[in-house]
């Protein structure tokens, strides 16, 4: 049976919203953490002038088979191991997209994540991150709180990411800032610009 998270459904419009418009102009989108491959069918069905590459650790890479071999989209290559502190691919993406991963991730993945970035972007690369942010170190909701409790006790390294430390990281990559949009649920999509 096909991996399902109900939270894809709730939250794969208003995400794709921000994605037509800021990846209107984008043709490779690499993504990080596909999960179970629910959001890639239904954006690279949704944009189909994206060739949409998913990837994730290998565990992840059956379940990700199955959405794309069912919606045998033209657009969806096969999907890559990805683990952002191992593999990475060679080829090079004009757009890099990652949803409710940061938190998943270790720090040190996170750094790893974005150190990679300049090795397989192109110059004028665009990232676009969905998830909850944290605003100079404090929750934005009390479900924000509720949920990195939550986390804490799954596993020490996961926790919700402070915005600046993050841009932090994406600067020193050569990536600005250049949205941050208030999604459903107190999540965030933050888009940077490479140069
Ligand atoms: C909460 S899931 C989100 C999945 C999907 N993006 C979504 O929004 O439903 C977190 C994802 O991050 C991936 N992940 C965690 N650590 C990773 C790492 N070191 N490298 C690559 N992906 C990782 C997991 O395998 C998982 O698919």
New binding site residues.
């Given amino acids: 049976m096909k991996p399902f ?1 109900p ?2 459904e709730r939250n794969r419009d208003p995400i794709l919203t921000v994605l037509r418009q800021q990846f209107a102009d984008r043709q490779r989108v690499l993504e ?5 491959g ?2 890639a069918v239904y954006f690279a069905g949704a944009m189909p002038q994206l060739s949409w590459q998913c990837s ?2 290998a565990e ?1 890479l059956p379940g990700i088979r199955m959405w794309l071999e069912e919606a045998a989209l033209p657009n969806t290559p096969e999907p890559l191991e ?4 191992s593999h990475w691919p060679a080829q090079r993406y004009d757009a890099v997209f ?4 940061l938190h ?2 270790a720090w040190d ?1 996170v750094e790893a994540l974005f150190a990679h970035l300049p090795q397989i972007t192109t110059e004028d690369a665009r990232l676009a991150i969905y998830g909850p942010f944290n605003i100079d170190g404090r929750y934005t909701s009390d479900s924000n709180a509720a949920f990195d409790q939550s986390l804490k006790a799954r596993g020490a390294h996961m926790s919700i990411r402070d915005a600046a430390a993050v841009d932090a990281l994406a600067a020193k990559s050569g990536f600005n800032l250049i949205a941050d949009i208030a999604m459903p649920a107190h999540n965030r999509c933050r888009i940077w610009q490479r140069g």
Avoid at 82 to 85: H, I, M, P, T
């Fill in positions: 998270a939270a894809c990080i953490g596909s999960g179970t629910q959001h994730d650790r992840h990805l683990d952002v502190g990652s949803a409710n991963t998943i991730m993945e």
